[in-house]
């Protein structure tokens, strides 16, 4: 069993930054793909960006490749979404996940997810 918290929301406007931090607990978090998730109001669930446990291979969707970093700390049980030059349309609850299996999903486990506002 994997619990993640999300945290790092926030406001900021356009053209601002945050970094998104997910806490796992577990010892084996090391051996966990973790990925970041996000939903705008109205809208369904969408793919942001995924690391697989030893973080060397990164995937990001289209619309933040270039300005979302994603990276993670086995030591400190700890995944991070960077997310620069931030856009209105970024604007949504963000949730991490994790699986033991599937670098790209599906995800057996999800965090309850924090607010990100991007005003412009």
């Known amino acids: 069993q994997v619990q993640l918290v999300e945290s790092g929301g926030g406001l900021v406007q356009a053209g601002g930054s945050l970094r998104l931090s997910c806490a796992a607990s577990?010892?084996?978090?090391?051996?966990?793909?973790m990925a970041w998730f996000r939903q705008a109001p109205g809208k369904e669930r969408e793919f942001v960006s995924a690391?697989?446990?030893?973080?060397?291979?990164?995937k990001y969707t289209d619309s933040v490749k270039g300005r979302f970093t994603i990276s993670r700390d086995n030591a400190k049980n700890t995944v991070y979404l960077q997310m620069n030059s931030l856009k209105p349309e970024d604007t949504a609850v963000y949730y991490c996940?994790?699986?033991?299996?599937?670098?790209?999903?599906?995800?057996?486990?999800w965090g309850q997810g924090t607010q990100v506002t991007v005003s412009s």
């Open positions: 577990g010892r084996t978090f090391s051996r966990y793909a």
């Open positions: 690391i697989t446990w030893s973080g060397g291979s990164t």
């Open positions: 996940a994790a699986d033991r299996v599937n670098f790209l999903g599906p995800y057996d486990y």
